[in-house]
């Protein structure tokens, strides 16, 4: 961790689960810190805490390309650079595809895809300078399509694809770019996943205690971007998920359906 020390981070969606552990961690090193989020009240933890730490918050909603603007030119205000972007900022949904307001799968292509790009943006001058490093905090269902979460595993797969071709064209730049796939973690983003009317769902059937912690979660996060991985895979599940899925696709669809089914109905 000593690596993110005196480094200017930017992480969006610093408010909640792994972006607020991510902020959290990143203080106790040594960085400075600019974060947003869409309620800025949720970033009353930091005052409570970190009132003498050098960090910033935002209230931006990034599915907004002014806002996304508006925000990494106010951390450069603050802190003259960028040399790291984590674009964190995320939301799930739970609906089979047939029953989905349209509306629902573009509020989560905006959230996921676009508020990425929009940041990555307006900071890649700065970065381009420091020779940073651009990460996102994708997903297995960027790698795999998951049912019930269409718009998330297409909002994924468009964020890697981006992603790559992004690191193909600064690959002699100096910047890094990555993306990190977690597993399921314990955090919000299932309780504020949107079901097929785009509300938020509320409720999780998942065992949360059973799951990684959003603070493990987040450490193998900056460990990956120290190490500047190309990407990372963060546990053996999602591991075995991606090369079953490369190498005998009609398998995984077999095992996907059969974890996601039970007595014929979704997991949501």
């Known amino acids: 961790m000593e690596w993110f020390k005196h480094k200017v981070v930017v992480v969006t969606g610093g408010?909640?689960?792994i972006g607020k552990a991510l902020v959290e961690l990143l203080l106790n090193a040594g960085a400075k810190v600019s974060t947003c989020g869409r309620n800025p009240d949720k970033f009353g933890y930091l005052k409570a805490n970190y009132h003498n730490y050098p960090v910033i918050t935002f209230a931006a909603d990034v599915s907004k390309e002014e806002d996304c603007k508006r925000f990494i030119e106010e951390t450069v205000a603050a802190f003259g650079k960028i040399d790291?972007?984590?674009?964190?900022?995320?939301?799930?949904?739970?609906?089979?595809f047939q029953e989905t307001e349209m509306q629902t799968l573009k509020q989560v292509m905006d959230i996921n895809f676009w508020g990425s790009v929009y940041c990555a943006k307006y900071a890649l001058p700065y970065l381009l300078k420091?020779?940073?490093?651009?990460?996102?905090?994708?997903?297995?269902?960027?790698?795999?399509?998951?049912?019930?979460?269409?718009?998330?595993s297409a909002s994924k797969f468009a964020l890697q694809g981006w992603l790559e071709s992004l690191r193909t064209e600064l690959l002699e730049t100096g910047v890094h770019v990555m993306w990190v796939c977690p597993n399921f973690?314990?955090?919000?983003?299932?309780?504020?996943?949107?079901?097929?009317?785009?509300?938020?769902?509320g409720e999780t059937p998942l065992d949360e205690d059973a799951l990684m912690t959003a603070p493990d979660c987040a450490l193998q996060?900056?460990?990956?971007i120290e190490k500047k991985k190309r990407t990372a895979v963060l546990t053996f599940?999602?591991?075995?998920?991606?090369?079953?899925?490369?190498?005998?696709?009609?398998?995984?669809?077999?095992?996907?359906?059969?974890?996601f089914y039970r007595k014929g109905e979704l997991i949501r």
């Open 221 to 224: 996060i900056l460990d990956a």
């Open 237 to 259: 599940n999602g591991k075995r998920t991606v090369w079953i899925n490369k190498l005998f696709p009609a398998w995984a669809d077999r095992l996907v359906h059969r974890f």
């Open 84 to 96: 790291v972007l984590i674009n964190n900022a995320g939301i799930s949904m739970r609906a089979l």
């Open 185 to 201: 973690t314990a955090s919000n983003i299932r309780n504020t996943a949107l079901n097929k009317d785009g509300k938020q769902q």
């Open 15 to 17: 408010s909640d689960g």
């Open 130 to 152: 420091q020779k940073g490093v651009i990460a996102g905090i994708s997903s297995i269902a960027g790698y795999r399509g998951l049912p019930g979460r269409t718009g998330y």
